[in-house]
């Protein structure tokens, strides 16, 4: 099995370093030709969303990323991932890949609360750390029978799945707690 880790701005080296940990191969995806390879998941690192975007665009991995995503193939958006991955995005007009049926807030915790670390249920998994980092949160569900509730933090949506889309607006990857990469790695070795 071989995932692939956007790797063009962000906290792409953690996520790297806990599938190697997990005994995963994965590629970067860095460039349009990357996209050439084959592979079985799909990982959207945190970072600053909007420097994600323009650098999807300019390199031209916009759509046939899209495309991908439409065709199923597993995709795990953390933090500005779950940003790209947005159908919606309340305080910033500029949708990415609009793929995954929620409404999300960017930097929604507002300053006091830039960062923080708590620890809450995580559907299927039980108790998981979750650390926080001028983190969005989903505001609403777009579509209801399309999309799972994975999270959430004091009423506030932290984690959602459609399909084979996961957006996670904490960042599993800077944690030692395995289990959620490990569950995306099961939908990965399931499609
Ligand atoms: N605040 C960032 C954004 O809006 C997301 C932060 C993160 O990925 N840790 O894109």
Do not use: W
């Not at 460039?31 to 592979?39: G, I, N, R, T, V």
């Not at 193939?73 to 305080?91: D, F, M, R, Y």
């Amino acid at each position: 099995m071989n995932i692939a880790v956007l790797a063009i701005q962000g906290a792409f080296a953690e996520h790297i370093d806990k599938l190697k940990k997990l005994g995963v191969d994965c590629i970067e995806l860095r460039q349009a030709a990357d996209l050439e390879q084959d592979f079985d998941g799909l990982i959207l690192p945190g970072g600053e969303s909007t420097v994600q975007r323009k650098l999807l665009r300019e390199h031209d991995m916009v759509e046939p990323l899209r495309k991908k995503i439409g065709q199923g193939i597993p995709v795990l958006g953390t933090c500005a991932g779950l940003i790209l991955l947005a159908q919606e995005i309340s305080n910033d007009g500029d949708v990415c890949f609009g793929t995954l049926p929620v409404r999300v807030q960017r930097n929604a915790y507002g300053r006091q609360l830039g960062s923080f670390h708590t620890e809450e249920e995580f559907a299927g998994i039980g108790r998981v750390p979750m650390s926080f980092i001028r983190a969005p949160y989903i505001e609403s569900v777009v579509n209801r029978n399309q999309t799972e509730i994975l999270a959430t933090v004091e009423d506030r949506i932290v984690a959602a799945r459609s399909g084979n889309q996961i957006g996670i607006a904490f960042h599993p990857e800077l944690d030692e707690d395995d289990r959620i990469h490990e569950m995306f790695l099961e939908m990965c070795r399931g499609v």
